[in-house]
């Protein structure tokens, strides 16, 4: 199965409130940037990164993909994953100017396009590849009707209809208002709405620093938080560390950290209870795996952050055994072959081959344009 070809994409997926806030970040679309690598026996491997849609920063991650990582792959045997993800990842000319970020990134999109090829050689879908899944179900939960763009009244409404019509047990609620008393106002509320049954997680997306944190643990412990994602800026390993001691509250984090070893330090150092690892972020599935079993190894749970908006972490997920559920935002599910679907709160099994990236026909056409 040898490389033929590495074709660059950009789509730009509009998102259906038409824009979304959270306490750092406010968007209309999402973007699905990466690669399409074709191979001399007729397959199609599909890779991308999850990005906000900047098209000026977009073009950096396929200018990556195209400038340095193509001429690489070219000729080479697409089942020598490991062996080309190392030949990628330690190509000095490329590791010089970066071992995170923009470099890191365009791998995520070529290495998830080589389990796709994988996958779709074996004839499997990527969990069964990988070795089978390991769960009777795989829960889902609802980070899309939490967002603090939603006024409070319409955010009732849509915990309701997501616990009550589509049978979601766990939400999940952004927070980092300037004042956090705004913030406790409108979890009080959903709390009393959803009762004691329903898990209630909060995402804080880096904004607070350690004292406010602290001040606003203490007053929502009482209100049982499932967790607290991204209390704090993303690189700060003991400030993260502080509050994992200080609060009854589980720390979560993980979309911003980009390499193994960086969640080695995060772990090593207590500063996180619930593990994030994004294929999108990482250098894709392969260093997922990596932070995974490092995780379990320490018996922390992984629930992936959904930077391609669960189409890969589904398998993954439902194959690696520290993971027993997964976010879901359904943002972009009409533009793939087979896209996600969540029946009464829980994940269905994919069964398509490959890692569930392959666009449908005509999706580029609509929301993207091809770069070669």
């Not at 003991?238 to 969640?263: D, K, N």
């Amino acid at each position: 199965m040898r490389i033929v070809a590495v074709e660059p994409f950009i789509a730009h997926c509009p998102i259906q409130q038409g824009s979304i806030r959270d306490s750092t970040h406010s968007i209309t679309h999402w973007g699905v940037v990466g690669c399409v690598i074709r191979t001399d026996d007729g397959l199609e491997g599909w890779g991308f990164t999850g990005t906000h849609a900047h098209l000026p920063s977009d073009r950096l991650v396929t200018s990556c993909i195209r400038d340095c990582y193509a001429d690489l792959l070219i000729g080479e045997d697409a089942m020598d994953g490991d062996r080309l993800w190392r030949k990628l990842a330690r190509y000095p000319a490329v590791q010089w100017v970066g071992r995170a970020g923009i470099t890191h990134i365009a791998l995520a999109a070529v290495d998830i396009a080589l389990w796709d090829l994988r996958a779709k050689k074996a004839g499997v879908p990527l969990w069964k590849l990988l070795g089978g899944a390991t769960k009777p179900k795989l829960e889902a939960y609802n980070t899309d009707i939490g967002w603090l763009s939603i006024p409070l009244p319409e955010m009732l409404d849509l915990c309701r209809s997501a616990i009550e019509r589509d049978g979601f047990r766990r939400i999940k609620i952004k927070v980092g208002h300037d004042d956090p008393a705004v913030d406790l106002k409108r979890l009080e509320a959903v709390r009393k709405l959803i009762g004691p049954s329903v898990t209630m997680a909060i995402d804080g997306n880096g904004k607070w620093d350690l004292p406010t944190c602290l001040r606003f643990c203490r007053a929502a412990e009482a209100l049982d938080v499932f967790w607290f994602e991204e209390p704090l800026w993303y690189d700060d390993v003991a400030g993260h560390a502080a509050l994992a001691r200080a609060t009854s509250i589980p720390v979560a984090l993980g979309e911003q950290i980009y390499t193994a070893e960086a969640f080695e330090h995060f772990m090593g150092q207590g500063a996180v209870h619930y593990v994030q690892p994004d294929v999108t972020r990482l250098a894709g599935i392969t260093e997922y795996i990596r932070v995974a079993d490092a995780a379990h190894g320490r018996r922390l749970p992984v629930c992936a952050h959904a930077g391609d908006m669960t189409q890969v972490h589904v398998h993954l997920a439902w194959w690696h055994p520290a993971s027993t559920m997964l976010e879901y935002i359904p943002w972009i599910r009409e533009w793939f072959a087979e896209p996600i679907a969540v029946e009464g709160g829980n994940y269905k099994l994919p069964q398509m081959p490959g890692a569930g990236t392959t666009m449908r026909a005509g999706a580029l056409d609509k929301v993207g344009r091809p770069l070669g």
